[in-house]
């Protein structure tokens, strides 16, 4: 397999499951469980718009994230709100702690994935409204008012101090091993409930090693599963043995108390059978996927910064040429994946591929008279940060048509969030009548 050049990997040592697993699950209190999945590689750290250094893909995928824990919290109706039990992993990249004094740029150690949050039970207790689930290691957010705090702990606080982190320099892709782990992870936490999967990737499987590794598939006809060996895919694809795996959990369920036994595990589902997946075989019915797709449109004609200009890119066989000089236009995202996602949502209940596609820089925002003067008033008051915060704006994106959004979104990063609400806070009263403008909000959640 050709190594793609801006991750540049030295043979990967045997995998070391683990990170996250969590212990064997008993008592469930939760009614969901959710785990959101953030590709931490370093082609995350691309740039998502041209023209501007930030935001990043990984930028991106922070605020998509948001936005999904955002409009889980609003599933309140009253009093009402399903119990969910959250953790947050990404790849697992510990580069520089196992490089000859701590210098960075050796090759790469990053391998699967590791649990960010919650960490320690304390991660959870934002006043009464979450509890650490020792057997799962996840925390349950509860479905009263109380829980509000706790999704406004992992939007706010946990997720935001993440997007700080930058991928590094030598982190590669291992998309196949941490979706098999994740999954292993919702099915040993959960068995018979819903589970749902929350994914920020921009695709490129590069390192995985375990049973679920494998070349790129081709895409699939009508992005769809066929009813045929292999459902359309590639025979020996990362996406066929995936889906190997998820399909026959129950038959091999997984085992994450012991490593080893996991991995057996692992490889026995993706080799029953005559391993190869069959037209009877069915997707997990309580598995919910919400998987957002970062990339770029490479245009020969117009080159632009990386991915565009990679000489290969892993995921698929052959190589792809991102930096060809001639030639359609392709997504840095290989087809074969974009595809296989939009066929798994289909395949599973109540799931969601979203593509958040590179967009000039240009095109976000609005630079008003006033920073923070949301409604171009001559002012910053009330009535801006009311309209920056609306049930329809607040946490959501802001892309050109959406006007309102658009004007909202003061630091120009196409989403309106935390970050625009802080300008207008550093600029409220601006040019308002005096005593016309109440005492400055805290800033809003
Ligand atoms: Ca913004």
């Excluded at 955002?70 to 992993?89: E, F, I, M």
């Excluded at 030598?170 to 919702?186: D, F, G, I, Q, W």
């Excluded at 939009?342 to 969601?352: R, V, W, Y």
Aim: aromatic residues 6%.
């Amino acid at each position: 397999m050709p190594i793609p050049r801006r991750l540049a990997v030295a043979s990967i040592p045997l995998m070391v499951i683990g990170a996250g697993l969590g212990q064997p699950a008993f008592a469930q209190t939760a009614d969901e469980y959710v785990l959101i999945l953030l590709d931490h590689s370093t082609s995350m750290g691309d740039l998502a718009v041209t023209g501007a250094p930030t935001p990043t893909f990984w930028d991106n995928a922070i605020a998509a994230a948001q936005n999904w824990v955002h409009h889980d919290k609003l599933t309140k109706q009253g009093d009402a709100r399903p119990s969910r039990a959250y953790a947050v992993w990404t790849f697992f990249d510990d580069t520089c702690s196992r490089c000859p004094s701590k210098v960075c740029g050796c090759p790469n150690t990053q391998k699967n994935v590791r649990q960010i949050w919650p960490q320690r039970p304390s991660d959870c207790a934002a006043g009464s409204g979450g509890s650490f689930e020792s057997t799962t290691n996840m925390c349950v957010i509860a479905g009263n008012e109380a829980g509000d705090k706790v999704y406004d702990l992992l939007k706010n606080k946990v997720l935001a101090s993440l997007g700080k982190q930058r991928p590094g320099t030598h982190s590669n892709t291992p998309l196949a091993e941490s979706l098999c782990l994740a999954v292993e992870k919702l099915y040993a936490a959960a068995r018979h409930k819903p589970k749902l999967l929350v994914l920020e990737t921009d695709g490129g499987d590069s390192s995985s090693v375990s049973a679920c590794s494998g070349y790129g598939s081709v895409p699939l006809p009508g992005d769809t599963f066929q009813k045929k060996e292999s459902w359309g895919l590639t025979k020996g694809s990362w996406q066929e043995t995936f889906l190997r795996r998820i399909v026959r959990m129950a038959r091999f369920p997984p085992r994450p108390d012991d490593p080893r036994a996991n991995a057996a595990q692992e490889k026995a589902a993706v080799a029953f059978g005559r391993g190869i997946l069959l037209p009877g075989e069915k997707l997990p019915s309580t598995l919910r996927l919400r998987a957002d797709l970062h990339y770029a449109i490479c245009d020969p004609a117009n080159p632009t910064s990386a991915p565009c200009g990679d000489t290969d890119r892993l995921a698929d066989s052959p190589a792809r040429e991102l930096a060809a000089k001639t030639g359609p236009k392709i997504p840095s995202i290989h087809a074969g994946e974009i595809s296989f996602f939009k066929a798994l949502a289909q395949g599973l209940t109540d799931s969601t591929v979203r593509e958040f596609v590179r967009v000039p820089a240009a095109a976000l925002g609005r630079k008003h008279k006033i920073a923070g003067d949301v409604d171009d008033s001559g002012c910053v008051d009330d009535t801006d940060l009311y309209l920056l915060t609306s049930k329809e704006l607040w946490f959501g994106r802001a892309l050109p048509t959406a006007e309102d959004a658009v004007r909202a979104d003061l630091n120009r990063d196409g989403w309106v969030n935390q970050k625009d609400a802080a300008i207008l806070l550093s600029t409220w009263g601006k040019r308002c009548r005096k005593g016309a403008v109440a005492k400055k909000p805290p800033l809003p959640e």
